[in-house]
Structures are given as C-alpha cells and as structure tokens.
C-alpha cells in the first residue's frame, strides 16, 4: 500500500549528515552511468515562475520515481517558500505506486548536502572562512551542511535586504549557542565539524567575498552577484541560482579562469547561463567543463594545487531527490510513520 509523507514525516528521518553521504552515492552512481535520466521538462508557469518535471530510474540501489517542482519567487509577499515540490517513488520491479513525498525540505537539504560534497572534493583542506550570498532557505541549509565538514572560524553573510541578512545572522548565533549548551547530549546526533564559529552581516558582497576559502552563491539574481577580482587564489565557489539560460550569478571572467565542475555536463550545456551565456560570448568551449562531481566522488582528479580557484555549479538532479525519497520511505516505513493511502 502507498505511503504519505508530510515534510515533518521527512525531518524526522533524514539528518543532513545522512544526506551528504546519500548525495555522494547519488551522484557517483549517476556519473557511472547507473542513472537513467532526461533533462528535467520546465514549463514557464509565467511572471518568472516555472514548474519543472524531473523523473529518475537508479540502477544501485534500484529507485524509480518523479520530482514535480514549482519555482515562484513572488511567493515570499504571500508567505509561502519560492520553491515547492512533491515527489512520487514507484515499485521499480512493478511501476505500482509506493510512495507520495513532501519534496520542499528534501529540496532544500539535498542541494546543501551536495554543496557539502563539492567542499570535500574540491576546497583547500585548511578552509576556515566562508562567505554566504543570499539569506533565504538555501543559505541557512548551506550554513548547517557545510559547517559539517569544515571546522570553519568566520562566516561573512551578504544579500541584498539588511534585515533578511541580520534575522539569518541572529538565527544563526541563537542556534549555535543553543548546540553548544546541548553538544554532550545523546540526543543531539553526530557533532558538526565546527562547534561554533562568528558569524557577521556585511553591508557589501564584496566584504564577504574578500579573503573567504569557500564561496556560496544561493541568490535569486540574474545577473552576477561577485567580481571575479574579488576572488582570492585557492578559494572555492559553489553557485547553486541562476538554473537558467539566460541568468547568471558569477561574473563570466572569473567562470573562465577557475576550474569548472557540475553536477551533470548535459543539464549545465544546457540550463545554466554561467555556461551557456560564456560558450555563446566565446570565452570558453564546452571542454571547460572538467568533471562531474560524481566523477570526483569515484577518484577523479579535482582541486591540483593550494592556489587554483574550483568552481562547482549545481542545477540539482532528479537522482538526488529520488534517492533522498527513496531512504526517506524506507525509514519511516521502519518505524511506521506515514499514512497509508488508499486509491
């Protein structure tokens, strides 16, 4: 019998720490061809808002479903997230429907996971300071995600509304602190790699920018957020906006000479203006493009000195959520959580 999930149902079972794990998996499997997979199906829904189809088959661990995700900004003036998702999972030995998803944390905590991944693949390992564009949903998940694999010191946030930036700095102190009381409880799960850090709002994206190790693009801007001399050499930048054609969050001349690394070669040639936009302008061909991630994740030679800049570019794949479903169904079906649904 199929099973509904609500996003309660969905925390309750996966940790982020579950998920960069998962996510690395994911994305091996994907780069070994283990993933069938089309590019995702956009429907401009209008006013800049689009409604997406990602469906997923994975070969190991056998997984078949379909995320349906919705991209309104304006959600924010009516109160509701800008990104909203359901996921579908079905019997991959029968194609019988097995499971309905709540995706929007999934959503929001496999991109951070991954982002995570990228750091472990790609940043210097002595990465301390980061820098976090964007104060929404994405920066916080960034925040919790990345501090589980960096004992980071300094963290700088920057975007474009002082109060959104100064409300994410104050969650953010209040959290850690909060950790901090509670880090020898058994209840807390797996320690971060950074028990505490300071964290600081910035009146420019350049303050932030300056002297950081990691870099994390999570804006809804169209056009680039950062100036390539703003860089410094070893840094590491993780765009995760800017999933369109015709948008792009880093300025093209810091694209073209930092190592370049995506998610997936096929969805970047195609979705993602930092690539698209810099093909078409000729400052680089498609060959730019070093790796994917998950051939990284399987050995694949990424960062080669301490003072190159990588840059990972993440559009999100159908095989990350269905795999984050799919474990997700699989432990709340172990301890019986869930509704069972009857069509």
Same mark, same amino acid.
């Given at each position: 019998?199929?099973?509904?999930?609500?996003?309660?149902? &969905?925390? +309750? /079972? =996966?940790?982020?720490?579950?998920?960069?794990?998962?996510?690395?998996? *994911? $994305?091996?499997?994907?780069? @070994?061809?283990?993933?069938?997979?089309?590019?995702?199906?956009?429907?401009?829904?209008?006013?800049?808002?689009?409604?997406?189809?990602?469906?997923?088959?994975?070969?190991?661990?056998?997984?078949?479903?379909?995320?349906?995700?919705?991209?309104?900004?304006?959600?924010?003036?009516?109160?509701?997230?800008?990104?909203?998702?359901?996921?579908?999972?079905?019997?991959?030995?029968?194609?019988?429907?097995?499971?309905?998803?709540?995706?929007?944390?999934?959503?929001?905590?496999?991109?951070?996971?991954?982002?995570?991944?990228?750091?472990?693949?790609?940043?210097?390992?002595?990465?301390? &300071?980061? +820098? /976090? =564009?964007?104060?929404?949903?994405?920066?916080?998940?960034?925040?919790? *995600? $990345?501090?589980?694999?960096? @004992?980071?010191?300094?963290?700088?946030?920057?975007?474009?509304?002082?109060?959104?930036?100064?409300?994410?700095?104050?969650?953010?102190?209040?959290?850690?602190?909060?950790?901090?009381?509670?880090?020898?409880?058994?209840?807390?799960?797996?320690?971060?790699?950074?028990?505490?850090?300071?964290?600081?709002?910035?009146?420019?994206?350049?303050?932030?920018?300056?002297?950081?190790?990691?870099?994390?693009?999570?804006?809804?801007?169209?056009?680039?957020?950062?100036?390539?001399?703003?860089?410094?050499?070893?840094?590491?930048?993780?765009?995760?906006?800017?999933?369109?054609?015709?948008?792009?969050?880093?300025?093209?001349?810091?694209?073209?000479?930092?190592?370049?690394?995506?998610?997936?070669?096929?969805?970047?040639?195609?979705?993602?203006?930092?690539?698209?936009?810099?093909?078409?302008?000729?400052?680089?061909?498609?060959?730019?493009?070093?790796?994917?991630?998950?051939?990284?994740?399987?050995?694949?030679?990424?960062?080669?000195?301490?003072?190159?800049?990588?840059?990972?570019?993440?559009?999100?794949?159908?095989?990350?959520?269905?795999?984050?479903?799919?474990?997700?169904?699989?432990?709340?079906?172990?301890?019986?959580?869930?509704?069972?649904?009857?069509?």
């Amino acid at each position: 019998m199929p099973v509904l999930l609500s996003e309660k149902d &969905v925390r +309750a /079972v =996966l940790s982020m720490d579950d998920l960069i794990g998962a996510m690395e998996i *994911a $994305l091996d499997q994907f780069s @070994a061809g283990a993933v069938r997979q089309p590019l995702r199906n956009i429907v401009d829904a209008g006013g800049g808002a689009f409604y997406g189809v990602m469906p997923a088959f994975i070969a190991r661990p056998a997984a078949l479903g379909t995320k349906l995700v919705s991209v309104y900004h304006a959600n924010a003036e009516r109160g509701l997230p800008s990104h909203l998702a359901t996921i579908v999972l079905h019997d991959p030995e029968t194609g019988a429907l097995s499971a309905i998803i709540d995706g929007r944390y999934i959503t929001e905590a496999r991109t951070a996971a991954v982002s995570a991944a990228s750091t472990k693949h790609l940043a210097r390992k002595d990465a301390r &300071v980061l +820098a /976090v =564009l964007g104060s929404g949903v994405q920066a916080r998940s960034h925040l919790d *995600a $990345l501090s589980r694999v960096h @004992a980071l010191k300094q963290v700088s946030v920057w975007s474009p509304s002082k109060q959104h930036r100064d409300e994410l700095v104050e969650e953010t102190r209040t959290a850690l602190a909060a950790g901090s009381a509670a880090a020898d409880s058994a209840a807390t799960g797996p320690r971060a790699a950074s028990d505490s850090y300071a964290i600081s709002a910035v009146d420019h994206a350049g303050e932030a920018v300056v002297g950081a190790d990691v870099i994390v693009l999570v804006t809804s801007s169209p056009v680039p957020v950062i100036e390539s001399g703003w860089v410094k050499p070893g840094a590491h930048v993780i765009c995760v906006g800017a999933c369109r054609p015709t948008q792009r969050e880093i300025d093209p001349e810091l694209t073209a000479r930092a190592r370049l690394f995506v998610d997936s070669r096929a969805a970047a040639l195609v979705e993602s203006g930092d690539v698209v936009m810099g093909i078409q302008e000729g400052r680089f061909g498609a060959d730019h493009i070093v790796a994917e991630l998950g051939e990284l994740v399987n050995g694949a030679t990424g960062r080669r000195s301490d003072t190159e800049i990588t840059i990972f570019k993440s559009l999100g794949m159908a095989v990350e959520d269905v795999t984050a479903a799919d474990l997700a169904c699989r432990r709340t079906l172990e301890r019986g959580i869930g509704v069972d649904l009857t069509l």
